[in-house]
């Protein structure tokens, strides 16, 4: 039996617990390792050069998000689509899909770079940074928006990896590169930093490690994998459409946070100045990181009902949710708690100023709060995306990310004198909202398919 066929087998017949440890295990220790990238670079910074250094490196963050969306659209959409297709036996589709995620890649990636190097101060004046934090800003986004062909292609590659189930190979892929990076940036922040470039070699770090990256990917598609093949680089009218379709939500998801993230650095400028974005910056940080092993699992989670779904196996697929939903709330958890119980030792990784802080202890506290709901929200989410019922995600991502957020994002802080603590509690406010609103849209998903189920009967 090839192992095409056995992954395949794998996914329709083990269990939940046995899926969960085979596909995103290895998800969520991959993704953890690639959030290392951003964190480390935040950590070192704030260590080895000073916070404002830090806060510069953060509010560049959701400006990364550029890239990172532009890959997820082409890496989940085109994920979906291939599951899909290996759960139909559609060769024709699957050899496909290579060619096309690179032809996409070249489009984005081009114009991103050359817009995103050309306005990359303009952008971050979105934020509301000046002074210092805005002119190392400037210097560290450039120089992240010039390898953005290498990030893109390489992300949203590994995406199509863990399509077809390969997930160790993946972690070992993305892990590597983020080891690498955690290697460099030390180094080339220490060489360069009494150049007065110290942040220069963050970023320097990030984007040698992503070329390697990418060019690791090219070769495994190019030469290694027997399932997924590259058969010309063209792009494909047929799966566009759909890539799209599927892959806009999970886009969204990326994007959204950039304009999340840019309304909070903003509203927390105008009530704390300065300092409450470098406390913010550490805050978003910390909440960066913990969200992506949630996502790292929902990437084992989307093969998973994709396939059943594709063979028809809709009774599985419900069961197969529930499992994985379990699993994420007790990931959840393995944060949630030393983040509630340890605030003031957690923030002290990026903020030496103990007076700093201290102020922040109970607002991380507050934007935590509702932190262990997610790991059912993502979930929801993934299984929307991974159906092809992109507009169901799309309005979860939506309320959560713009429509509830920004207006309560602004109201907050005005209510009861509240201040820069509203900032903290606005985000926390939004994700209790649309966990309430996802239940109702998971249960009438599973009626809808219990219906189909009888249907085939």
Do not use: C
């Amino acid at each position: 039996m090839s192992k095409k066929a056995d992954t395949r087998t794998m996914l329709l017949t083990a269990s939940p617990l046995q899926l969960i440890i085979s596909l995103s295990l290895p998800a969520i220790i991959g993704m953890v390792v690639v959030g290392l990238y951003n964190l480390m670079d935040r950590v070192f910074v704030g260590q080895l050069i000073n916070e404002v250094a830090m806060a510069a490196v953060s509010v560049s963050y959701p400006f990364t998000l550029i890239n990172t969306g532009v890959s997820t659209l082409i890496g989940v959409g085109s994920a979906s689509v291939l599951s899909r297709a290996v759960g139909k036996k559609d060769q024709d589709t699957i050899d496909k899909i290579m060619g096309n995620l690179i032809a996409l890649n070249l489009l984005f990636g081009i114009i991103i770079t050359v817009v995103g190097m050309i306005f990359t101060r303009q952008l971050l004046t979105l934020s509301g940074s000046e002074g210092e934090i805005l002119n190392l800003a400037t210097r560290y986004l450039r120089i992240i928006f010039a390898g953005s062909l290498f990030v893109n292609f390489a992300q949203s590659s590994n995406m199509i990896m863990r399509g077809e189930g390969l997930l160790k190979q993946a972690m070992i892929f993305s892990a590597g590169s983020a080891i690498l990076n955690i290697i460099l940036d030390p180094i080339l922040i220490s060489v360069l930093n009494p150049y007065g470039m110290g942040i220069d070699g963050a970023a320097y770090a990030t984007i040698i490690s992503q070329i390697l990256y990418a060019a690791a990917m090219m070769w495994h598609f190019a030469a290694k994998s027997k399932n997924v093949r590259i058969h010309g680089v063209r792009i494909e009218k047929s799966l566009v459409s759909e890539i799209f379709g599927v892959g806009f939500s999970a886009m969204l998801m990326q994007v959204m946070t950039l304009v999340q993230q840019t309304v909070l650095y903003r509203v927390a400028h105008n009530y704390g100045g300065d300092e409450w974005q470098i406390i913010l910056g550490a805050a978003l940080s910390i909440q960066s990181f913990a969200f992506i092993p949630l996502w790292g699992m929902s990437q084992g989670f989307q093969p998973a009902v994709g396939t059943n779904f594709g063979a028809k196996q809709y009774d599985r697929v419900k069961r197969v949710t529930k499992g994985f939903v379990l699993g994420a709330t007790v990931l959840t958890l393995i944060f949630y708690i030393p983040i509630e119980l340890a605030p003031r030792t957690i923030l002290s990784w990026f903020i030496k100023d103990a007076s700093l802080v201290n102020q922040g202890v109970s607002d991380l506290r507050i934007l935590f709060s509702t932190y262990v709901l997610l790991g059912f929200l993502i979930m929801s989410i993934t299984l929307m995306q991974s159906l092809g019922k992109a507009s169901k995600a799309s309005v979860l991502v939506m309320l959560r990310q713009i429509v509830l957020f920004i207006p309560l994002a602004f109201i907050v802080p005005m209510i009861g004198g509240l201040g820069v603590t509203g900032v903290f509690l606005a985000p926390a406010l939004t994700d209790l909202i649309v966990v309430i609103l996802a239940v109702f849209m998971v249960a009438s998903i599973f009626r809808n398919m219990t219906e189909l189920a009888a249907q085939e009967k």
